[in-house]
């Protein structure tokens, strides 16, 4: 089993930034990538960025290239989200994500084990 927490969500002005963090406690010895995804009201749970954990390889959707940016401790077991020239359309829930299985798919929720509660993010104009 394992358990995740994120944090950092908040409301913030169009442009400005929000840094989220998701902590992993439990099996984490085995993690092959964690991930973050959103959803907003109405709308499916999107990928947003994932990271394998060995080789850190990183992985982003066409949305949010060239603003945020994923990372890790591994020494915290801990993924970071920075999120940059925030706009409305970011606005939603953001959810952390584990995957312990190798599946080689990190661009999509089948691929992740476990998820965490998620955090909301609110991007005003």
């Known amino acids: 089993q394992v358990q995740l927490v994120e944090s950092g969500g908040g409301l913030v002005q169009a442009g400005g930034s929000l840094r989220l963090s998701c902590a992993a406690s439990g099996r984490t010895f085995s993690t092959y990538a964690m991930g973050w995804f959103r959803q907003a009201p109405g709308k499916v749970r999107e990928f947003v960025a994932a990271?394998?954990?060995?080789?850190?390889?990183?992985y982003y959707a066409d949305s949010v290239k060239g603003r945020f940016t994923i990372s890790r401790d591994s020494a915290k077991n801990t993924v970071y989200l920075q999120m940059n020239s925030l706009k409305p359309d970011d606005t939603a829930v953001y959810y952390c994500a584990t995957a312990i299985i190798a599946r080689g798919v990190v661009v999509s929720t089948v691929g992740y084990d476990y998820w965490g509660q998620g955090t909301q993010v609110t991007v005003s104009s």
């Open positions: 990271i394998r954990w060995s080789g850190g390889s990183t």
